[in-house]
């Protein structure tokens, strides 16, 4: 049992340190009880949970954080909505190609057009198809979880395991993610590096498919949609049931491909200038930044993973020879991407940044 003395120093230390928050007359400029009490709160707080790491950005993330969980659990879960109604979509515009537009080209086209429709539509419908299949259910590549000799450059703070190079982090797959470009929900899997070739290839093809359809449907769709009109007059025109759903399918036809067409070829030609640039999508964010950092400090950024131009397109495809531009461009090919994703070779020139 603790004697009267420790309960008396105990008091008089409680009395000292409450009299030194306690203002003193004479003293103006003594701060007030609250004002300490809010300044020795702020200083605990700050020892709990702040570092030098700490910013605005940091905190805005940590407040949002519950917004970022709702938003990847619903990309999860609609991602397989997506991709039924990507498959649902196109379907529908085959069919009404196969039913409605092909009976009149052939019906009113020479015969070096019909081969020529035949020939494109299918193949680029052929391409389409198979560069979508592959960019959802090939799997785009994940980070070794165990310990190897592989060189990494970060860790991550979700999986608390060594990260490669040009290796980020999806919250909705919960994985890294091996070259990482983005989370598709269309595709309902993460663009990485094995499937981002399949992924650009069917946002190319489909791009293409949409202004193929919009251009060769565009006089159908001026007919069908003056028929339409012209129902409204008084008396209106004896067109069959059959004829009034076929110039409803054509005006559909063409607002959807030309709609597609205009955002998907948007999205596909910023794509393309990543890759010119030997970017990805997380990258490009990164890259702008270090590049502002740097130019303050009077020096230039070089992209380390920047091949050039033309070979960046090569090594995005694969092409080895001349061959494999007909092979593995124009035609479908699973084959491997260029390189693991855990190791990258560097251009010909100094990849590090340098003083101008």
């Given at each position: 049992?603790?004697?009267?003395?420790?309960?008396?120093?105990?008091?008089?230390?409680?009395?000292?340190?409450?009299?030194?928050?306690?203002?003193?007359?004479?003293?103006?400029?003594?701060?007030?009880?609250?004002?300490?009490?809010?300044?020795?709160?702020?200083?605990?707080?700050?020892?709990?949970?702040?570092?030098?790491?700490?910013?605005?950005?940091?905190a805005l993330d940590c407040?949002?954080?519950?917004?970022?969980?709702?938003?990847?659990?619903?990309?999860?879960?609609?991602?397989?909505?997506?991709?039924?109604?990507?498959?649902?979509?196109?379907?529908?515009?085959?069919?009404?190609?196969?039913?409605?537009?092909?009976?009149?080209?052939?019906?009113?086209?020479?015969?070096?057009?019909?081969?020529?429709?035949?020939?494109?539509?299918?193949?680029?419908?052929?391409?389409?198809?198979?560069?979508?299949?592959?960019?959802?259910?090939?799997?785009?590549?994940?980070?070794?979880?165990?310990?190897?000799?592989?060189?990494?450059?970060?860790?991550?703070?979700?999986?608390?395991?060594?990260?490669?190079?040009?290796?980020?982090?999806?919250?909705?797959?919960?994985?890294?993610?091996?070259?990482?470009?983005?989370?598709?929900?269309?595709?309902?899997?993460?663009?990485?590096?094995?499937?981002?070739?399949?992924?650009?290839?069917?946002?190319?093809?489909?791009?293409?498919?949409?202004?193929?359809?919009?251009?060769?449907?565009?006089?159908?769709?001026?007919?069908?949609?003056?028929?339409?009109?012209?129902?409204?007059?008084?008396?209106?025109?004896?067109?069959?049931?059959?004829?009034?759903?076929?110039?409803?399918?054509?005006?559909?036809?063409?607002?959807?491909?030309?709609?597609?067409?205009?955002?998907?070829?948007?999205?596909?030609?910023?794509?393309?200038?990543?890759?010119?640039?030997?970017?990805?999508?997380?990258?490009?964010?990164?890259n702008h930044k270090e590049?502002?950092?740097?130019?303050?400090?009077?020096?230039?950024?070089?992209?380390?993973?920047?091949?050039?131009?033309?070979?960046?397109?090569?090594?995005?495809?694969?092409?080895?020879?001349?061959?494999?531009?007909?092979?593995?461009?124009?035609?479908?090919?699973?084959?491997?991407?260029?390189?693991?994703?855990?190791?990258?070779?560097?251009?010909?020139?100094?990849?590090?940044?340098?003083?101008?």
């Amino acid at each position: 049992m603790r004697s009267w003395r420790w309960f008396l120093s105990r008091v008089m230390r409680l009395f000292l340190r409450w009299f030194r928050l306690c203002p003193q007359r004479g003293r103006r400029k003594r701060p007030s009880r609250l004002r300490d009490l809010w300044n020795y709160g702020t200083v605990l707080l700050k020892s709990l949970y702040y570092n030098v790491l700490t910013n605005s950005d940091t905190a805005l993330d940590c407040v949002f954080e519950p917004i970022y969980w709702l938003v990847d659990n619903m990309t999860r879960w609609f991602g397989v909505v997506f991709v039924s109604l990507v498959i649902a979509l196109t379907s529908s515009v085959v069919i009404i190609v196969y039913l409605c537009v092909l009976p009149i080209i052939f019906s009113t086209y020479p015969v070096l057009w019909i081969l020529w429709h035949l020939c494109y539509g299918h193949w680029n419908l052929l391409m389409l198809v198979y560069h979508y299949y592959k960019a959802t259910t090939t799997c785009p590549g994940f980070s070794p979880q165990e310990k190897s000799d592989i060189p990494t450059v970060t860790i991550c703070k979700k999986c608390i395991v060594p990260k490669p190079a040009r290796t980020h982090h999806c919250s909705i797959c919960n994985r890294c993610i091996l070259k990482m470009d983005h989370h598709c929900p269309w595709l309902n899997n993460c663009v990485g590096q094995f499937n981002h070739r399949y992924f650009f290839s069917f946002c190319l093809f489909m791009t293409m498919a949409c202004i193929y359809c919009s251009i060769s449907a565009k006089d159908m769709f001026l007919d069908a949609y003056s028929a339409i009109e012209s129902s409204y007059q008084t008396p209106p025109p004896a067109f069959t049931r059959q004829e009034r759903m076929v110039h409803k399918s054509l005006v559909y036809l063409w607002v959807l491909t030309s709609s597609v067409a205009v955002a998907l070829g948007g999205l596909t030609l910023w794509h393309a200038i990543l890759i010119t640039r030997g970017e990805t999508s997380v990258e490009r964010h990164i890259n702008h930044k270090e590049r502002r950092r740097l130019r303050l400090k009077g020096k230039v950024f070089r992209n380390p993973y920047h091949h050039g131009k033309i070979n960046n397109w090569k090594i995005f495809f694969g092409v080895e020879k001349q061959s494999d531009w007909l092979t593995r461009v124009l035609l479908p090919s699973s084959h491997l991407p260029h390189g693991d994703g855990l190791t990258w070779d560097g251009p010909a020139h100094k990849s590090n940044t340098m003083a101008i």
